[in-house]
């Protein structure tokens, strides 16, 4: 249960992270957000189109 709420709350401060950037207008690259974050290009991927 522990794995999961952390899994969770990283996806929820990542998320809440890139949505800030966006709001101030800054423009962001799959590439430079997963070396950011230490996921993949497909988990963002997969994090906007399921999530957002």
Same mark, same amino acid.
């Given at each position: 249960?522990?794995?999961?709420?952390?899994?969770?709350?990283?996806?929820?401060?990542? +998320? !809440? $992270?890139?949505?800030?950037?966006?709001?101030? *207008?800054?423009? +962001? !690259? $799959?590439k430079t957000l997963s070396d950011e974050f *230490?996921?993949?290009?497909?988990?963002?991927?997969?994090?906007?189109?399921?999530?957002?």
């Amino acid at each position: 249960m522990s794995d999961n709420r952390s899994r969770h709350d990283r996806l929820a401060v990542r +998320l !809440s $992270l890139i949505i800030s950037r966006l709001m101030t *207008g800054e423009s +962001l !690259s $799959l590439k430079t957000l997963s070396d950011e974050f *230490g996921v993949t290009e497909r988990t963002l991927q997969r994090d906007f189109h399921q999530r957002l």
